[in-house]
């Protein structure tokens, strides 16, 4: 695999020239911004009844753009275009659409900074985190075009049945995929599950979340830049709920990859497959409650900044954020001292600046949602060791501005140690023996990404055996719970974080969106 490798948000090393490269695009983002944007159709423009505007987190006086509220008869038309077009798109050569993948991650490579200084306007990541996600979307395609090459496009010689008989097994696409990406990686989570589809042979259509329509819409113009066809991918935007509506019913589509919240993608999975009859697939990531185990074994500051690098990077705003901290109860006094060091020098502010290290909430509805949590949490009796405010003042006052929070104290079993809350709002607790630790990190209905700081071997293996999450990392200071890179760490959910069980970015993903023919000759 080509490309820059293991970028996270620990580890992104900015020289002076990428720096420049970032500045140089950040300034010519404002030209834009604020321009009316069609749905796209087998490449042609259409627009709406009504429309929508989206805003900057980092400042809400900034318009993103306008964007159109497709209906129900636009999505189904998009679909059946998608439709006309899978007989071509999934019969050509699988060569054909490895090479223009190909050219679709050198689209990207070459808008890297362009679309990373785009995607901190838009959701107000900084710029370590934005550029790492670029560097990511452009691996997680070209690991795509090397494993469908090295598994010869899933075609595969079998044992004849009869004698004189040529059997093979080849894994073939469905037809129309429905994909709906989320705000929080734009780029990089779309480019997952729309290059998946596509490269396999199926056809899409694509509807960004409506927090991040216009990296969704850069990321459509480079796939079609590569070669993908017009017809093979459309791009819609608008409300989830009338997508979702028009997709579950419609026959034409033959599966859904969505990634989003736990409520919209239970919705999305148990109506499609409710309506219909046929079994098609439906691949979810859906999110978690990441925790982290630190053992008396442990190297502090080592556990510290990496706790400190997944809970807080981009806020909290990701679902594989490191969310609770279970320290055994020897080490918490010094635990707890270094942790607030770290989190307190984090800073936070305007995210196009250099020194940034925490941007804005997505929006005002995050703002509402961490204050609630903050209210929550000192009803219960817990202690805010730092953070827990609502920032205020200058930038503060245009944008949607958290504190990085750390608590201590909750009831045990409580709300916020189970649910999913997409804030920088870390739990810490203590616990007295190792089987405690798991039990607890266990207790929850997600199963994403955890962690482990132990340098006992043992520990550390019990860990790994033990532990009911799909991604899993121990002694990782590059970041807890976070930065999982194609081809490294597939990126899977256990229990209610997944329902396939394949990771993407891994070397199964693929095969969630291919089925099995068997091909027999008989000559």
């Known amino acids: 695999m080509s490309g820059p490798q293991n970028v996270t948000y620990a580890a992104a090393v900015f020289d002076e020239a990428m720096h420049e490269a970032y500045e140089s695009a950040l300034v010519k983002i404002p030209s834009m911004l604020g321009e009316p944007h069609p749905l796209y159709i087998g490449g042609q423009e259409f627009l709406s009844p009504t429309q929508f505007e989206t805003w900057s987190p980092i400042d809400t006086s900034i318009r993103i753009g306008i964007f159109q509220n497709a209906t129900v008869e636009q999505v189904h038309h998009a679909i059946a275009r998608s439709g006309q077009e899978y007989g071509k798109w999934g019969r050509i050569r699988w060569q054909d659409r490895v090479a223009a993948h190909r050219k679709v991650a050198d689209v990207l490579d070459g808008q890297r900074f362009l679309l990373s200084a785009l995607i901190t306007y838009e959701i107000g990541k900084t710029r370590a985190e934005a550029v790492a996600e670029v560097a990511e979307s452009i691996d997680m395609i070209r690991y795509y075009c090397d494993l469908y090459e090295r598994n010869g496009g899933y075609v595969t010689r079998m044992e004849p049945g009869e004698p004189g008989q040529v059997t093979r097994s080849v894994l073939k696409p469905y037809g129309v995929w429905a994909v709906i990406s989320p705000f929080n990686f734009p780029v990089s989570l779309a480019v997952g599950m729309m290059a998946a589809v596509l490269l396999t042979g199926n056809t899409a259509v694509f509807k960004p979340t409506s927090e991040s329509p216009l990296s969704g819409l850069k990321l459509y113009q480079a796939f079609l830049q590569g070669g993908v066809p017009p017809g093979a991918l459309q791009f819609v935007t608008g409300p989830g709920r009338v997508f979702g509506e028009a997709i579950v019913s419609h026959t034409g589509i033959s599966g859904i990859a969505f990634t989003g919240s736990r409520d919209a993608g239970n919705w999305l999975h148990q109506n499609f497959t409710a309506r219909q009859p046929y079994g098609k697939p439906v691949v979810l990531e859906l999110g978690s409650k990441n925790p982290v185990i630190v053992t008396e074994h442990a190297d502090i500051k080592k556990a510290v900044a990496g706790i400190t690098r997944s809970a807080f990077g981009y806020g909290g705003q990701k679902c594989s954020a490191t969310s609770r901290v279970y320290v055994q109860e020897s080490i918490m006094s010094a635990f707890a001292a270094a942790l607030m060091r770290e989190v307190m020098a984090l800073k936070t502010g305007d995210p196009r600046e250099r020194m940034t290290d925490l941007g804005p909430g997505i929006n005002a509805a995050a703002v509402a949602r961490f204050r609630a949590v903050i209210a929550e949490a000192k ?115 256990w229990k209610a974080s997944g329902i396939s069980g394949k990771g993407a970015g891994g070397p199964y993903y693929l095969l969630s969106f291919v089925r099995e023919q068997a091909q027999t000759w008989a000559g």
Request: aromatic fraction near 12%.
């Open 379 to 493: 009803a219960a009796g817990a202690t805010i060791l730092c953070g827990g405010e609502v920032l205020t003042g200058n930038i503060f006052d245009r944008g949607n501005y958290m504190s990085a929070t750390v608590i201590t104290g909750l009831p045990p079993d409580h709300r916020l140690e189970k649910e999913e809350l997409f804030v920088p709002f870390l739990i810490v607790e203590t616990y007295a023996g190792f089987e405690d630790a798991l039990q607890r990190a266990n207790a929850t209905d997600f199963g994403l990404t955890a962690g482990l700081f132990s340098e006992n071997a043992d520990e550390v293996a019990r860990f790994f055996d033990r532990i009911e999450s799909g991604v899993c990392y121990a002694n990782r200071e590059g970041g807890a719970t976070t930065g999982a890179w194609p081809g490294s760490q597939p990126f899977c959910g």
